[in-house]
């Protein structure tokens, strides 16, 4: 039933008739419905078809005690403002009645009229600030629902946006590293049509220079592929096994597109050879892997040495990844902020601010975790964990 109403109502329960014929008397001029009940079992047949405000109720009933009808109210009508009318002077279920029945006023009988007109009226107020206050948590929860809503469409946008961005940011190295294999490719190819000119020649040479080149194209799919799949959209995909330790391969392929992490940074991998599967969608663990490398990587631009360190093992029910490098670290001060939106220490240029943010909201999403710690003797570690697939296990 809804909240609103023309009038509120309130309903009188009592297994004396004459009893519920003062009542009526006594409150038929109150700005409120009033509903009477001669038992539990017809006040709930009441409540279920009617919206009530206050219940005011005897103790002693036949069949159905008034305790036993407060604590059905409480429990499926919770917001129903629930009293007790009763000659009782027995403290003992009295303070029963009060505690399992959640009762807001206890009024004895024989009752006053004014204070029993004034005990209601005083119900029906808190019913109105409790219905007030309720209102306004639900408005502030749909609009907290909508916040977030727009605010993983617009992380997801900047993603995209900061994705492709950084293909742009490697389209030189990018160029570079393609226009290596395209030459050895084209080099070769000239060469075995020499060797083919000269009515055969060394089949020995051929079969070198057709290795060579074969070996060139090999590279130009395998940097084409990383650039390929990490451009791709992971709304694209649904969830799946996928193995985190390829995950990892692939990305350090991409990354080899960067001169300073091809040629600078040592990467050290210790990854767990039989690690277990993870149920989620392989564009998601890419972007964790992919934002924790390159934070690794701003990190370390001004210090020596350049260390990476990537590790995967196995702890209980979930699958560990540990990212470490050996860059500036992190300053203890900041580190209740570091995973939040916006928040970067890094200069304009270097990216959002949303790379930590989407990697903790993301490995969140599948029910793990990250943590960060320092890494001494420099630099950071964060460790993440994600549950291992059900499908992986024995």
């Not at 539990?40 to 219940?55: S, T």
């Not at 006053?112 to 219905?131: C, F, G, I, S, T």
């Not at 350090?252 to 039989?274: D, G, M």
Request: charged share 20%; net charge negative.
């Amino acid at each position: 039933m809804a909240d609103t109403l023309s009038a509120p109502v309130v309903m009188f329960v009592d297994d004396e008739p004459q009893m519920l014929k003062a009542i009526n008397r006594a409150v038929r001029c109150e700005p409120y419905k009033a509903l009477f009940a001669g038992g539990g079992a017809e006040a709930l047949a009441i409540l279920a078809q009617n919206a009530v405000q206050v219940i005011v109720s005897d103790l002693n009933m036949p069949e159905m005690d008034g305790l036993t009808l407060l604590k059905t109210v409480q429990a499926d009508y919770p917001q129903t403002i629930r009293m007790i009318l009763s000659g009782v002077t027995d403290i003992d279920p009295v303070l029963e009645a009060i505690h399992e029945g959640q009762v807001y006023r206890y009024i004895t009988k024989p009752y006053d009229d004014h204070e029993l007109k004034l005990a209601v009226q005083q119900a029906l107020d808190l019913w109105q600030v409790q219905k007030e206050k309720r209102d306004l948590q639900d408005k502030l929860a749909e609009h907290n629902r909508l916040l977030e809503k727009r605010v993983a469409e617009r992380t997801a946008q900047l993603m995209a946006i900061e994705r492709h961005a950084e293909l742009g940011r490697y389209a030189a190295q990018l160029v570079h590293n393609l226009n290596g294999p395209i030459q050895v490719v084209t080099g070769y190819l000239k060469m075995a049509r020499m060797t083919l000119g000269q009515g055969g020649g060394d089949l020995q040479a051929l079969a070198k220079h057709l290795d060579l080149i074969e070996k060139a194209a090999n590279n130009l799919t395998l940097i084409v592929a990383g650039i390929l799949h990490h451009s791709k959209n992971p709304a694209q995909f649904d969830n799946e096994q996928v193995r985190l330790n390829q995950v990892i391969e692939n990305e350090l392929r991409f990354f080899l597109a960067n001169e300073t992490f091809k040629y600078k940074v040592e990467t050290r991998r210790h990854l767990e050879p039989e690690l277990p599967a993870v149920w989620a969608n392989p564009l998601h663990l890419q972007q964790v892997v992919d934002n924790l490398i390159n934070n690794a990587l701003d990190a370390m631009q001004a210090c020596q040495p350049k260390v990476l360190t990537l590790a995967t093992e196995t702890q209980n029910d979930f699958v560990q990844l540990t990212v470490c490098d050996t860059g500036t670290g992190i300053d203890p001060g900041i580190l209740p902020s570091i995973f939040l939106p916006d928040f970067t220490t890094k200069p304009p240029d270097k990216g959002t601010g949303l790379g930590l943010a989407s990697v903790k909201a993301m490995v969140e999403s599948y029910g793990g975790g990250i943590e960060v710690y320092p890494n001494p003797p420099q630099g950071a570690k964060f460790v993440v964990k994600l549950p291992i697939s059900k499908h992986s296990r024995p």
